[in-house]
């Protein structure tokens, strides 16, 4: 079993940029495919980014390609989600979750989750 914390999170100003940590805890993380999502109030868990058990692959949703940078350091076992060019409409409560397989969208696959922070953009 893996525990996932994340931190990172706050307000920022349209056009700033934060970074997200999710650490984690157990014997098997770096084994671990891994997947971040964020959910805004009324709306259904949305898939941002994805990076595979190394970090030497990466996929992201087309809304944040560019502007988030996924990766993970299996020593420190922590992955990060670095936001650059923040808008208003990335606000959500964001999460970092485990998989047994790289790149996939639907959360509903993923086994693992932590416990979410929140991401709030002014304009």
């Known amino acids: 079993q893996v525990q996932l914390v994340e931190s990172g999170g706050g307000l920022v100003q349209a056009g700033g940029s934060l970074r997200l940590s999710c650490a984690a805890s157990?014997?098997?993380?770096?084994?671990?495919?891994m997947g971040w999502f964020r959910q805004a109030p009324g709306k259904e868990r949305e898939f941002v980014a994805a990076?595979?058990?190394?970090?030497?692959?990466?996929y992201y949703a087309s809304s944040v390609k560019g502007r988030f940078t996924v990766s993970r350091d299996n020593v420190k076992n922590t992955v990060y989600l670095q936001m650059n060019s923040l808008k208003p409409e990335d606000t959500a409560v964001y999460y970092c979750?485990?998989?047994?397989?790289?790149?996939?969208?639907?959360?509903?696959?993923?086994?693992?989750w932590g416990q979410g922070t929140q991401v709030t953009v002014s304009s």
């Open positions: 979750a485990t998989a047994h397989s790289f790149g996939m969208v639907d959360s509903t696959l993923y086994n693992n």
């Open positions: 157990g014997r098997t993380f770096s084994s671990y495919a």
């Open positions: 990076i595979n058990w190394s970090g030497g692959s990466t």
